[in-house]
C-alpha cells in the first residue's frame, strides 16, 4: 500500500526569534535595539507575518496527508522522502538552501513577506497553498524544472547547490591550483585566486551576475531552466607560477570544469551554505558540471 504523501514545511528561525534567544525577553530586546536607535515594532510584525504563513499552511494541508517541519539550521540532518512535497515557507534563498538536499520532490515556495522578498523562487501567497499541494500530486501539476549544479570529488563526495557553487579558501588566504576543462588533452593552467564561482540561471539574479557585470562579461547569462552554467574565477593573480587565461567561460550538458587542489585545503560549498561543504586536500581532484537533478518548483 503506498503511503500518503507528506507535506514537509521548511522554515527558519526569525530575526525577533533570533533577538529572544539571546536576550531572554521582549523588553531586554526592544531596549538593546532602542539604544541603538531601531524599532522592534517592525520585526515582531515580520515575525507575527511569518507565522500566520506557517500557520494558513499548515491547515491547508489535506487532513490525510501527513506533516512534518524543518528549520533551515537542521536540513542537513532531515531525510526527505520521494512521496514529500516540499512548502518553503519564507525567503527566496531558503528555497535554494533546501534544494540541494532533494531529489526531484515538488516544491511549492510561500512568500511570507510580499514587497520585501523579490519572490524569484517563493511565488505564492498562503491563500494559495491548498490548491498548490493538491496541484503537487496530480498529474497534471504545473511545475518548472530548474537546472542545478554538482560538484563530485575524485573520493565520490557530491555536493548539489540550485544557485552556485563556490571553491575558494576557507579563510582570507589565496587558493591554488590547476584549472581546465574536464576533458582529454584539454589545457590547464596552475592558477592562485580567492576562489571559483560556478552559477546557473537562477544563481545568474546572484552571486554570479555581479561577476558577470563587474568584468563586462560578454557572455550569455542562462535561464533559470536553460542547461548551461557560467563559471568565474575570482581575483586571478599573475606570477612565474600561475596564470590568468582561464578565468571564465560557459559549461553545457555534458561539460565539465576540472579543478585539482595545489595547496592545503580548499572548501566547496553552495549557496552559502557554509557549514556543509566539501574540505579537499593537496592532489585531490574535483568535477563541476550541470547536475543530473534539476529542481521542480511549483510554477
Known amino acids: 500500500m503506498s503511503l500518503a504523501p507528506r507535506a514537509v514545511l521548511v522554515h527558519r528561525t526569525t530575526e525577533y526569534e533570533e533577538l529572544l534567544a539571546r536576550h531572554g525577553t521582549h523588553g531586554q530586546a526592544a531596549f538593546f535595539l532602542s539604544s541603538r536607535g531601531r524599532s522592534i515594532d517592525e520585526v515582531a510584525r515580520r515575525h507575527h507575518r511569518t507565522q500566520q504563513s506557517l500557520a494558513d499552511v499548515t491547515a491547508a494541508v489535506p487532513l490525510q496527508w501527513r506533516q512534518s517541519r524543518v528549520e533551515r539550521a537542521d536540513l542537513d540532518r532531515f531525510l526527505f522522502a520521494p512521496e514529500d512535497v516540499v512548502v518553503v515557507v519564507g525567503q527566496d534563498g531558503l528555497v535554494a538552501n533546501a534544494a540541494k538536499y532533494l531529489s526531484g520532490q515538488p516544491v511549492v515556495g510561500i512568500d511570507t513577506d ?6 524569484v523562487l517563493v511565488r505564492h501567497r498562503p491563500s494559495d497553498a491548498a490548491a498548490l499541494l493538491r496541484a503537487a500530486v496530480s498529474p497534471g501539476g504545473r511545475t518548472e524544472d530548474l537546472t542545478m549544479v554538482e560538484a563530485v570529488a575524485d573520493d565520490t563526495q557530491r555536493l548539489l547547490a540550485l544557485n552556485e557553487i563556490y571553491l575558494g579558501p576557507p ?15 584539454a589545457p590547464a593552467e596552475s592558477q592562485a585566486s580567492s576562489g571559483v564561482l560556478v552559477g546557473t540561471g537562477t544563481g545568474a539574479t546572484g552571486w554570479i551576475r555581479s561577476l558577470w557585470q563587474e568584468r563586462h562579461s560578454p557572455l550569455r547569462l542562462p535561464a533559470p531552466t536553460d542547461p548551461r552554467l557560467l563559471w568565474f574565477v575570482r581575483e586571478a593573480w599573475p606570477s612565474p607560477a600561475t596564470g590568468t587565461s582561464l578565468v571564465a567561460g560557459e559549461l553545457g550538458r555534458g561539460q565539465g570544469l576540472r579543478l585539482t587542489v595545489e595547496s592545503d585545503r580548499v572548501v566547496v560549498f553552495g549557496d552559502g551554505m557554509e557549514a556543509d561543504a566539501l574540505d579537499l586536500a593537496w592532489g585531490q581532484t574535483v568535477r563541476l558540471g550541470i547536475a543530473s537533478t534539476s529542481l521542480r518548483l511549483a510554477a
Not at 510580499?114 to 519572490?119: I, L, V
Not at 579563510?171 to 588533452?185: K, N, S, V
Open 171 to 185: 579563510g582570507h588566504q589565496t587558493a591554488r591550483y590547476r584549472i581546465g576543462p574536464d576533458a582529454p588533452g
Open 114 to 119: 510580499p514587497g520585501r522578498n523579490p519572490g
